[in-house]
């Protein structure tokens, strides 16, 4: 052997020696900062994501955690297959492609006139919807409300969670949630392994979390999106009706608007808490079905499944700022309100671009699933004291710009 391949197998076992240590010290680093900071849902999160080859959570986590399942209807309503045959165009398919979609339909009235898939996603599949799941618990909400089992949507959340009852904590309503004005201290982050969501997501302890925030701000004044908002709304719709959260769910929503497949709700735990901020698996089509009765006003074959009044109320967005600081446009009662266009667009949304969008004045239903999604309009740093600016551009602030093109796609085909 030459010295020089004597000196390059030294470099070697050198450097994996220096690799190996290093990882050891990361190892017991993370395991020392898990076990003294207590954020034991770590250990969940590292398991699901990078010991996978992911970067954070996916559509298809179903089987990673703990679920209920709600059983689909008994009479399931059939859509009317079109019969005049749509097609995306090229620069549309690439588009599709790029953000990952795995679904995209599109309903008019009772027909469904375009559907297409990608990869092994089909039409039995079932997906996370992520935070279109605060919509379908909003909806709930209203008709707990109808039913006398909630008194008001200015019901103090203290009646129905005790930790709620003193303090700055008394004066937070059932509105307030609703509207993403608690002006709690819930840490919103989508890619913080150490914020509230992440602990809400893969943590064990739903109730506790949502239960140990602190007031930071008056309730009522400022929109600031918080899922720990929807968590409460969760817990408070089962104190005030006795009812499991799932059970409740299929009782006054699933089984009646002829839903054709189960459906998933992640719990915290076996047989613990539906993560109501997030979480609820189901098919594209049914997704369409639940989107049709938003359409509808919470009507469903001729009945009023969620108050009208609700419904009305639901999409009014109140007089109150953004963190923008410019007037909320875009947010109702755990509903997105999308006016920037020619006709309003109501829509229910989650993380990775999972969409219901009802389009009233079209009679039009559009779902999109998939992994990716565009960043929400954002103002440009120059343009933040342009008054002239703002006006022009305030009602499409904080909506994803790939809203638009599925709108103007699903247009396109009722034309």
């Known amino acids: 052997m030459s010295k020089n391949q004597s ?33 034991f849902y770590l250990y969940k999160g590292i398991a699901s994501t990078y010991l996978k080859g992911k970067t954070g959570p996916g559509i ?15 009479e399931v309503f059939k859509w009317k297959e079109s019969k005049q045959r749509f097609s995306l165009t090229s620069d549309e398919t690439k588009f599709m492609e790029n953000l990952q979609t795995s679904s995209f339909l599109v309903f008019q009235g009772d027909s469904l ?12 599949t079932v997906s996370n919807c992520f935070s279109a799941t605060k919509t379908f618990v909003s909806l709930l909400v209203g008709i707990a409300i109808e039913e006398g089992k909630i008194k008001s949507l200015d019901e103090p959340v203290g009646t129905y969670i005790p930790e709620f009852k003193e303090g700055e904590k008394s004066k937070i309503t059932v509105r307030h949630l609703l509207l993403m004005s608690s002006g709690l201290d819930w840490e919103e982050s989508g890619k913080n392994p ?36 929807s968590q409460l709304l969760g817990f408070i719709i089962e104190k005030a009706t006795g009812a499991d959260l799932s059970d409740y769910a299929y009782n006054k929503i699933w089984s009646k608007i002829g839903t054709e497949h189960d459906a998933y709700w992640s719990l915290d735990k076996e047989k613990g808490a539906e993560k109501a901020f997030c979480c609820l698996y189901g098919t594209s089509r049914d997704f369409g079905r639940l989107g049709k009765m938003i ?26 700022k953004t963190n923008e600081g410019v007037p909320n446009y875009r947010y109702g009662l755990h509903i997105w309100t999308f006016t920037g266009g020619a006709t309003p667009v109501y ?44 006006k022009k551009y305030e009602r499409i602030l904080g909506h994803p710009t790939d809203i638009i093109r599925y709108i103007s796609i699903g247009k396109r085909m009722t034309r």
Request: hydrophobic fraction near 40%.
């Open 60 to 74: 298809y986590d179903k089987d990673v955690f703990a679920y209920s399942t709600i059983k689909h209807s008994d």
């Open 113 to 124: 006139i375009f559907e297409k898939y990608w990869g092994e996603h089909q039409k039995e």
């Open 347 to 390: 829509y229910c949304r989650g993380i990775l671009g999972q969409y219901i969008l009802s389009i009233p004045s079209k009679n039009l239903v559009i779902v999109r699933t998939g992994s990716k999604r565009t960043p929400d309009f954002v103002l440009p740093e120059k343009m933040k004291n342009d008054a002239v600016y703002l």
């Open 194 to 229: 150490l914020s509230d969501n992440a602990e809400s997501y893969y943590g064990t302890d739903l109730y506790g979390l949502v239960t140990s925030q602190k007031v930071i701000e008056k309730p009522g004044v400022r929109f600031n999106y918080q899922s720990g908002n």
């Open 7 to 39: 000196k390059l197998r030294k470099l070697i076992r050198k450097f994996i020696r220096i690799t190996l240590f290093t990882l050891l010290f990361l190892v017991i680093s993370v395991n020392l900062f898990i076990i003294l900071s207590g954020r």
């Open 295 to 320: 359409l509808q006003e919470g009507k469903w074959n001729g009945k009023q499944i969620v108050p009208l009044w609700y419904m009305k109320e639901m999409v009014k967005t109140p007089a109150m």
